[in-house]
């Protein structure tokens, strides 16, 4: 039995995916063994958190090695040049604003504050994306974020106008640590905003690849809400984005130092009717799960029983779980095709599909793609209008496998 990180109550099992190994950490050799663990869910029925039974220790997932550079994608070099946007018009009004980001990774946001000389941030503990945001003019501090560098960080820049984070408060597993830290760091009408991955959407869409080792929370209005109450901070806004394939934006202050809007009361009613926060909610998730890694391993083996080749599109941290789980390996995909200079020439964890470049992609395409990176299919359904043009075709799977 597992405990609910944030109030100690005891965790019920949403779904259990069995051993699993760390999603973003590309294997340089096939033949030396893997770090696994058991990757599972739970619910906690008192404050209506979703997390992770069992954790990976950070340091096997975040160090010099990480191979996740936020700036590979257009379209989330544009989702972060907007954050910057909104930052700079919140602080407009405010004498001597100060923004903290945790995890800047290589710098995409705080570069657009740095170049305009306003005080800031970042706190990232992967040193070689720390390294980028340093090239980039931005002021970082490779460590992970607690309430004891809260403290620090207050008594060397003082406190924070702005506090902000995309998907990184979901991996720190001591998340009560970091909401102290918030109230400690943030100014008396600042404001801390994070996003992350939407439980709601998860739910919805079925899409299970976002249960992997860095996520250790799946976070809803109902659960941050009551987090943030534990800490003397209060949920004021929350707002939805398109980005990794759902999110939310949750918008914190300190208790009474603003007002809730109507769309938090419009997301805990919609969440509530969804019932995510009574056990019963997540009844049929591990059974809709189930369906849809059968369906795509059929579909596969189909195709490649009529001697189609099969390549899969963006080695995501996310596919570690959908190709593992549904036991999706190199006897049915040629190769990963991705653009990560890091990624390329290593294999996939677990199932130790080789990553190439897209230049391979490109050379000999196949008839058939698994689109590992759904989330960014807007992009590249543009980039790769041509191959469509041609015959080839895009297998996506949520909420259901469909060839398009
Ligand atoms: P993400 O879903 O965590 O953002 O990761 C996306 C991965 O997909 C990343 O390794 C880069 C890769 N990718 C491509 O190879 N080609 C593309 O056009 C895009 C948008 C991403
Ligand atoms: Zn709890």
Known sequence: MSKCRVCCAELKTVIDFGSMPISNRFVVDPHVDEYKFNLSVGF??????VELEECVPPSEMFNADYTFFSSTSTAMA????????????????KVQPFVVELGCNDGIMLQHLAAQGIAHLGIEPSA????????RGVNVRTDFFNATLA????REYGHATVVCGSNVVCHIEDINSVFSGISEILSEEGVF?????????IICKTSFDQIYDEHVYYFSALSVSNLAKRHGLELVDISLQEVHGGEARYYLMKQGAGHPSARVEERLRAEKQLKLDKYEGYSDFSQRVKKISGDLKVLLEDLSAQGERIVAYGATSKSTTLLNYAGVGSNLIEYVSDITPTKIGKYCPGTLIPVKSYAEFEKNPPLYTLLLAWNHKNEIFLKEETYRNQGGRFITFFPAVVVE
């Open 193 to 201: 905003f994070f996003e992350d991955p939407y439980l709601f959407d």
């Open 78 to 93: 544009e989702h972060f040049h907007r954050i910057a946007d909104e930052i700079k018009e919140r602080i407009s009004d």
């Open 128 to 135: 070689n994306v720390a390294l980028k945001a340093c090239e």
């Open 151 to 154: 403290r620090e960080i207050v």
């Open 44 to 49: 906690c029925p008192e404050c209506y958190m």
